[in-house]
């Protein structure tokens, strides 16, 4: 579509594969999807939501444990790579995967996934993952680059501690800038989720400036917590 300035706009549509209809319904599902819902005739990116399965009887959380069943990451990813070559996709790519499940899908995948969105910020740095993936050609995206504060697995750590908080008074710049502004220059992509338009303005001015050496140091020395865990939205369980 075209703005009213006359510059191009592209909107890009991504989905992801539901956990319950992982097995045996991957190209099915983006088809009814598309058809039903989305009428469209392509998405720009499929992505596996978390490497888990759930039957279909899961409903919320916490989930029982009788209801997390195996997840084959083998069939799912051919399933996935048929939607890329049936041009149901333009790309196909992960959420939530670890080096290890990375690792288990990298060994029979025709298609590596163009992208691992993961939770990512700077208490939360993930650096072996991206490692990880920079030496597999695989792209990582941020989410939870604020910490996700409200949800059932955030907190409001990153605008609590004093290292973020001392760099944002040192710049004119405030903690959520700051927070934002490492995670772009650590060469990922982030999502910031936002229904304030003064927010999302700020969220936005993070371009023009850049950290210090000294001040990027100390950020990659804060210590390391993951905030969303199989435990916090799923239950206890031993899986």
């Known amino acids: 579509m075209a703005a009213g300035d006359g510059i191009g706009v ?25 058809r039903r819902k989305l009428k469209l005739d392509y998405v720009d990116m499929y992505l596996i939501h978390m490497p888990l399965r759930f039957s279909p009887l899961a409903k919320g959380s916490p989930v029982p444990r009788e209801h997390i069943l195996p997840f084959d990451i083998k069939s799912v990813w051919e399933g996935m ?3 890329q070559n049936l041009g149901l996709t333009k790309a196909i790519g992960v959420c939530n995967f ?8 990298l060994l029979n995948a025709k298609i590596p996934p ?14 072996e993952l991206r490692e990880f993936c920079k030496e597999n ?9 604020l910490g996700a504060n409200g949800t059932a697995w955030g907190n409001n750590r990153i605008f609590e501690g004093d290292v973020l908080k001392n760099i944002a008074k040192a710049k004119g710049k405030t903690t959520l800038q700051v927070s934002l502004r490492w995670v772009y220059e650590q060469g990922v992509s982030l999502l910031v989720k936002s229904y304030n338009k ?21 950020i990659s020395r804060l210590p390391q ?15």
């Not at 003064?198 to 100390?218: C, G, H, Y």
């Not at 917590?225 to 899986?239: E, K, N, P, Q, Y």
Request: include cysteine.
């Open 137 to 145: 050609g695989i792209h990582v995206t941020a989410y939870s680059p």
């Open 10 to 34: 592209r909107l890009q549509v991504v989905v992801e594969i539901d956990k319950a209809e992982a097995h045996g319904a991957v190209v099915a599902g983006l088809s009814w999807l598309l």
């Open 114 to 127: 163009a992208v691992n969105h993961v939770e990512m910020n700077p208490l939360w740095q993930q650096k």
């Open 98 to 105: 670890s080096r290890k499940k990375l690792g288990e899908l």
């Open 81 to 83: 790579e048929k939607c």
């Open 198 to 218: 003064e927010r999302m303005k700020k969220n936005l001015q993070i371009f023009d400036w850049s950290l210090t050496e000294k001040e990027a140091s100390e």
């Open 225 to 239: 917590c993951m905030g969303l865990t199989f435990a916090s939205l799923f239950g206890a369980h031993d899986v």
